[in-house]
T-cell receptor, first 121, second 108 residues
Framework: QMQLMESGGGVVRPGRSLRLSCTSS????????FHWVRQAPGKGLEWVAG????????YYADSVKGRFTVSKDNSNNTLYLLMNSLRGEDTAVYYC??????????????WGQGTKVSISS | DIVLTQSPDTLSLSPGERATLSCRAS??????LAWYQQKPGQAPRLLIY???NRATGIPARFSGSGSGTDFTLTISSLDPEDFAVYYC??????????FGQGTRLEIK
């Protein structure tokens, strides 16, 4: 069964860092592009970052550019999101999502269950 | 950035009725629009991609139409499990990809 599972969320103070992981199973991870999407409490969906199947191209929302880094370890079937200089507005459930196309330029056909990140002093 | 505006914000209907949800883009997307369903406490689920293609396992009562700037998601006969929040999502011009604000489909 194809599956994505996020981990690494938690409560952290403003200005600190956190690394999210997204592990996959049931499909060939290395042939797919992935994205991170977040959802603030009671709000809609916000695209955060995307990465090509081979990790050669990465894209970011302006709100996280320079603070967040997306990466992909094809040998361990794991997607990462390193989040630095965290702010209150980064509080959200973070989802990893698989894109239909290997460049990420497509809809998201498989999602993880999400991991909650709370930024609070 | 491309802005997606969904209407209505809330739609109140009864099981068995037809639902029509709209998504309007601030720029032409061609057919590069998808629709997702999200239930409370769950991740979004892909329903429709490239404006009118049903994703794997999605019932035939869900259909998508439109191109350019105006898109529609239609649910032909509402099942009780269809009451949820629906989002449109564009990849016509990115980064950034953007989502609509969502339409809440509630039981009347």
């Amino acid at each position: 069964q194809m599956q994505l599972m996020e981990s690494g969320g938690g409560v952290v103070r403003p200005g600190r860092s956190l690394r999210l992981s997204c592990t996959s199973s049931g499909f060939t991870f290395s042939t797919y592009a992935f994205h991170w999407v977040r959802q603030a409490p009671g709000k809609g969906l916000e695209w955060v970052a995307g990465i090509w199947h081979d990790g050669s191209n990465k894209y970011y929302a302006d709100s996280v550019k320079g603070r967040f880094t997306v990466s992909k370890d094809n040998s361990n079937n794991t997607l990462y999101l390193l989040m630095n200089s965290l702010r209150g507005e980064d509080t959200a459930v973070y989802y990893c999502a698989r894109a239909i196309d290997s460049t990420g330029d497509d809809a998201f056909d498989l999602w993880g269950q999400g991991t909650k990140v709370s930024i609070s002093s | 950035d491309i802005v997606l505006t969904q209407s209505p914000d809330t739609l109140s209907l009864s099981p068995g009725e037809r639902a029509t949800l709209s998504c309007r883009a601030s720029q032409s997307l061609g057919s590069k629009l998808a629709w997702y369903q999200q239930k409370p406490g769950q991740a979004p689920r892909l329903l429709i991609y490239d404006a009118f293609n049903r994703a794997t396992g999605i019932p035939a009562r869900f259909s998508g139409s439109g191109s350019g700037t105006d898109f529609t998601l239609t649910i032909s006969s509402l099942d009780p499990e269809d009451f949820a929040v629906y989002y449109c999502h564009q990849r016509g011009s990115w980064p950034p990809m953007t989502f609509g604000q969502g339409t809440r489909l509630e039981i009347k």
